[in-house]
Structure formats: C-alpha cells, structure tokens
C-alpha cells in the first residue's frame, strides 16, 4: 500500500526559509502508480486543519491568501514527490504540515485502480526567534 513520507520540518527564525518534501512509495503493483491532486494542509492545536497550497498533476497551483507570494507548491511526477518552499516564515506558520494526495491510480496488467485520501504523519515546522 502507497505511503506519504515527509520530511523537511524544523525550527527556523522569523523570514527564515525550510523547503517541506513529501515522497509516496510503496505500491505492490508492476506498473507503478501516479498521484493525482497533491496538497499541503497544516493544523495547530485547537484549530482546525487548513489547505495552505496545492497543486494538479498537470500543474496548475492554488494557494492560501496568507501564504501567496511566500510559499511555492511543486511537483516531481516521476518521483511521486510534492514540494513545499517556504520563505518569509512567520511565528503564524507554526504548526504541523500534512501532505494530501487525493487520488492514486495503480497500474497492473493494462488495468487502472483507484484508491483515495492519503496523509503523511506530519512534519512540525517552528517559526521562533
């Protein structure tokens, strides 16, 4: 079964940069697999979790009013792998990032399946002086 490993999270000083990675791997079938939809989301305690960037297989990007002009969404479709740079941080991106793929397609034996909504564990990013 596909899993979303990140990577990338850490303590950084306010306007200091961290570049998040996030990798799916794992699929048992020969042909491979593709993700569809990728995604950042971040929650902080009490709060509920908010879409902060993402990004379509062709690669059109959307992105949080709070974050536009600071964070860049990108992809590596041969990799299975979403990026997110983050730039300018702010004591108010503290939280815990999870990365979302909304759809993977499976390829097996010149057959296609499907399977929906993954998460990564989360990655805790800490923007403090």
């Known amino acids: 079964q596909v899993q979303l490993v990140e990577s990338g999270g850490g303590l950084v000083q306010p306007g200091g940069s961290l570049r998040l990675s996030c990798a799916a791997s794992g699929s048992i079938f020969s042909g491979g697999f593709s993700a569809n939809n990728m995604a950042w989301y971040r929650q902080v305690p009490g709060k509920q979790r908010e879409l902060v960037s993402s990004i379509t297989s062709d690669g059109s990007t959307n992105y949080a009013d709070s974050v536009k002009g600071r964070f860049t969404i990108s992809r590596d479709n041969a990799k299975n792998t979403v990026y997110l740079q983050m730039n300018s941080l702010k004591p108010e991106d503290t939280a815990v990032y999870y990365c979302?793929?909304?759809?993977?397609?499976?390829?097996?034996?010149?057959?296609?399946?499907?399977?929906?909504?993954?998460w990564g564990q989360g990655t805790q990013v800490t923007v403090s002086s």
């Open positions: 979302n793929v909304d759809r993977i397609t499976f390829y097996h034996g010149g057959f296609r399946s499907f399977n929906y909504d993954y």
